[in-house]
């Protein structure tokens, strides 16, 4: 599993949900699964920098949420 998104108690954020996880189920390899994982990381990246100027990265890995991008 992998924490892309992150919100809850920690965030500054009205996300209720701590975090946001993506697993790559059908792999056959782990390390297909993480190649998997790595490209939909850095989608996600490249889709939060063309929503702000940097897409913020929460303490534990993920980016901060969507909501919090948009403020």
Known sequence: MLNVL???AHADSNVDF?????M???AERFSE???WAAETFH???GVLRR???TPPSANEGGFCSL????R
């Open 18 to 22: 701590q975090e946001f996880m993506i």
């Open 33 to 35: 699964a993480l190649r």
């Open 51 to 53: 929503r702000a100027t």
């Open 43 to 45: 989608t996600l990246r």
């Open 6 to 8: 992150n919100g809850g």
């Open 67 to 70: 909501a919090q991008v948009q």
């Open 24 to 26: 790559p189920v059908g």
